[in-house]
T-cell receptor
Framework: DAGVTQSPTHLIKTRGQHVTLRCSPI?????VSWYQQVLGQGPQFIFQ???????GRGNFPDRFSARQFPNYSSELNVNALLLGDSALYLC????????????FGEGSRLTVL | QQQVKQSPQSLIVQKGGISIINCAYE??????FPWYQQFPGKGPALLIA?????SEKKEGRFTISFNKSAKQFSLHIMDSQPGDSATYFC????????????FGKGTHLIIQP
């Protein structure tokens, strides 16, 4: 079975630009979460979506937005990029119920110049 | 405000030794405490997790010890192997519907052969 897939794997943007990152969850998983991992730090929670509705939001500015589609895939959008947005963006999916264990993808490495 | 504090930042252990990583949390509303392992260029992978109604959980060479009154939990890796060399993150999640995890800053573990 395919795990969580993310695209693109690497990208370079300049300050002020916009970026869209994509995530496909594991088949059967209905919840998708996004995390930002700055080099040398632990992941930080950005959003969680379940059944196309936002279920949780971390402490990130309104420049960050996300959505979930009917097939449970998800997009993370970041507007007006800053140098500090350079990070590994991780998507995780989970199956509702039980421990709701998170399965992470390998991430999208964003560099803002 | 760092809600999950992890130590040490880095750790070197001889092959066959015991690796111990500690975490402390502040919010008693947390009800799920996982440990993740991350290799370079990969997303975090769940290693083992515990709930606060259990004081210890063991899976193979990995054990979580949980002290609810002290608000501390630790990961023990027995018979540490070079393949265990990775970055380890503790995390915590609030009870309720949202899946957002709060991660520690990570421990870079090196197992010397």
């Amino acid at each position: 079975d395919a795990g969580v897939t993310q695209s693109p794997t690497h990208l370079i943007k300049t300050r002020g630009q916009h970026v869209t990152l994509r995530c496909s969850p594991i088949s059967g998983h209905k919840s998708v979460s996004w995390y930002q991992q700055v080099l040398g730090q632990g992941p930080q929670f950005i959003f969680q979506y379940y059944e196309k509705e936002e279920r949780g939001r971390g402490n990130f500015p309104d420049r960050f937005s996300a959505r979930q589609f009917p097939n449970y895939s998800s997009e993370l959008n970041v507007n007006a990029l800053l140098l500090g947005d350079s990070a590994l963006y991780l998507c995780a999916s989970s199956y509702p119920g039980g421990t709701r264990e998170l399965f992470f993808g390998e991430g999208s490495r964003l560099t803002v110049l | 405000q760092q809600q999950v504090k992890q130590s040490p930042q880095s750790l070197i252990v001889q092959k066959g030794g015991i690796s111990i990583i500690n975490c402390a949390y502040e919010n008693t509303a947390f009800d799920y405490f996982p440990w993740y392992q991350q290799f370079p260029g990969k997303g975090p992978a769940l290693l083992i997790a515990i709930r606060p109604d259990v004081s210890e959980k063991k899976e193979g060479r990995f054990t979580i010890s949980f002290n609810k009154s002290a608000k501390q939990f630790s990961l023990h890796i027995m018979d540490s192997q070079p393949g265990d060399s990775a970055t380890y993150f503790c995390a915590a999640r609030y009870g309720g519907g949202a899946d957002g995890l709060t991660f520690g800053k990570g421990t870079h573990l090196i197992i010397q052969p």
